[in-house]
């Protein structure tokens, strides 16, 4: 590469870095992981249980484990406390988590709240787990328990909140060596009186990081058995509709290749050949995300993995995507959301309109299976606009698409203005905590999408969802006699139990898992 050309990338990159760091205001470390074990004297080894709570009912199977919360058990563990994980979204009987909670006599509990939606049922279960276990220490975190934590605290019988990335605050929290008020990212009750300590600034140093201690869990359950892998966290964008920047950050803060090749490596080692890469900014640095598939294609490891969370439309091109398909990805979904300019905009996506339909050619001309995601009705939709979205998936060739309904999260930009304009048509408590309810149900609408329109949009893109989902686990043949089910009411409720029975049964023939060893 010319000279030039590599100084002109290095000031993007430079700038790239600078903004982020404006975004968050300075917000972020460098914590060295052998630093911080280092400076803990006098620590009392504990016991943690940390409990996945299952809040999505029994329609719905758990494909793989969570990567934050095994995250935070690696740590922990490597801090040498004692840990253990119960995932309620396997093991769904109570009783079976209180036998668990008498075995193990657990200093702390920890209960995964990973979204906003369906708070009220983690009220529930906590209060379930207290009136069991009335001296438990109970601890809040995860995504949802960062957006809502003054709420939860209030309305339940937590004992503390722990805000953003844990890892570091919650060993301080079990060595019980500091005062509770000197522990960042705590959120605590002294009486009646609700404390909250200064927010720890996100982690910059996650290379340093131990592994996700996946062994903790029940792995030959899940219906995909792969291995989640973090490449990165935070995101360096401000859509509107997002509240990942409570917990992750606006910083991307991302892992080095070599130190990603030396967690597949190890996972390999043990028999994994499938990995589910998680993150949503895997692509932002596309030389990094590059070396990233240089590195697996040089280890001669066989191995398939995929992008399901989406990345940037902007953000791809056919050296990178042919790459990808080499060092064994099988499927990436684009984040695309809208193809009309105004929308992107308003949305704040940071992206110009006229790159979508070229990456999607070009993902067409590579080859990978791949997914689009679009949002209906956000502030600048139409209903005419929403129909060539509409087109626009239908004629692509997207193995899937998602057509999500937008349901603002309090602390949200978009949140914001809908109730300063007075927009919103269901109280957000109903909508957050009935979220399967209103799936196609508007719980906005402005008199450019009325609330008719935006059913009728929803209603489309559901039925087009279907149609290349099904077409995609089951075959053109096949897929084709389940849409013309799906399609008859009468059939729907009788096929459904049916279909999600073999929809599993497909997942499981179709694994690329081999385990040489248990973990």
Request: zero cysteines; a positive charge.
């Given at each position: 590469?010319?000279?030039?050309?590599?100084?002109?990338?290095?000031?993007?990159?430079?700038?790239?870095?600078?903004?982020?760091?404006?975004?968050?205001?300075?917000?972020?470390?460098?914590?060295?992981?052998?630093?911080?074990?280092?400076?803990?004297?006098?620590?009392?080894?504990?016991?943690?249980?940390?409990?996945?709570?299952?809040?999505?009912?029994?329609?719905?199977?758990?494909?793989?484990p969570l990567p934050g919360v095994a995250y935070i058990a690696g740590f922990v563990r490597e801090a040498g406390h004692d840990v253990a994980v119960f995932d309620m979204r396997v093991d769904r009987k109570m009783d079976h988590l209180f036998k668990k909670i008498q075995e193990l006599q657990?200093?702390?509990?920890?209960?995964?709240?990973?979204?906003?939606?369906?708070?009220e049922k983690i009220y529930d279960f906590v209060a379930q787990v207290r009136e069991k276990v009335p001296d438990a220490k109970i601890i809040i975190g995860g995504a949802g328990a960062s957006a809502l934590f003054d709420k939860v605290l209030r309305d339940t019988t937590v004992d503390y909140c722990i805000t953003r990335e844990g890892e570091y605050s919650l060993v301080e929290l079990m060595d019980g060596v500091l005062p509770l008020d000197s522990v960042s990212g705590l959120i605590w009750k002294n009486g009646s009186e609700l404390v909250r300590n200064q927010f720890r600034k996100f982690e910059l140093a996650i290379d340093d990081l131990p592994f996700p201690a996946y062994d903790l869990f029940p792995m030959q359950s899940y219906v995909d058995r792969k291995i989640p892998v973090v490449t990165s966290r935070g995101c360096p964008y401000l859509c509107t509709f997002c509240a990942n920047k409570a917990s992750m950050g606006v910083a991307w803060r991302p892992r080095s290749p070599e130190n990603i090749l030396k967690e597949l490596t190890f996972w390999h080692a043990k028999g994994f050949r499938q990995f589910h890469f998680v993150d949503d900014n895997f692509t932002l640095d596309m030389r990094r995300a590059e070396k990233i598939c240089d590195l697996i294609i040089a280890s001669g490891m066989k191995i398939r993995w995929d992008l399901r969370n989406g990345i940037r439309v902007d953000k791809v091109n056919e050296l990178l995507l042919q790459k990808m398909k080499q060092s064994g990805c099988f499927y990436f979904a684009l984040g695309i959301e809208h193809i009309d300019q105004d929308v992107l905009d308003r949305m704040k996506k940071n992206l110009k309109a006229e790159v979508i339909e070229p990456s999607v050619q070009l993902a067409e001309k590579v080859g990978i299976p791949f997914g689009g995601f679009f949002i209906v009705g956000l502030l600048g939709d139409t209903y005419e606009k929403f129909l060539r979205v509409y087109d626009f998936a239908r004629h692509h060739n997207f193995s899937e698409v998602r057509f999500y309904n937008p349901m603002p999260f309090p602390g949200t930009e978009l949140y914001e203005e809908l109730v300063e304009k007075k927009l919103l048509v269901v109280e957000p408590t109903e909508y957050l905590n009935h979220n399967s309810k209103f799936k196609n149900e508007p719980v906005f609408a402005t008199p450019e999408f009325t609330i008719a329109e935006r059913k009728k949009a929803l209603k489309m893109g559901q039925k087009l969802v279907m149609e290349k989902f099904l077409k995609k686990e089951f075959g053109t043949v096949i897929g084709s006699l389940a849409v013309f089910a799906w399609n008859l009411k009468f059939l729907n409720s009788v096929l459904q139990p049916v279909g999600i029975t073999a929809w599993k049964m497909m997942r499981r023939l179709k694994r690329t898992y081999v385990s040489v060893e248990p973990i």
């Open positions: 590469m010319p000279r030039k050309q590599i100084q002109i990338l290095q000031k993007k990159k430079a700038a790239f870095y600078s903004n982020a760091k404006e975004n968050n205001k300075g917000d972020w470390t460098k914590t060295s992981y052998d630093d911080f074990m280092h400076s803990r004297q006098g620590f009392t080894k504990q016991k943690l249980l940390l409990v996945i709570p299952n809040i999505v009912g029994d329609k719905i199977a758990a494909t793989a657990p200093d702390f509990i920890g209960l995964s709240f990973m979204t906003q939606h369906e708070f």
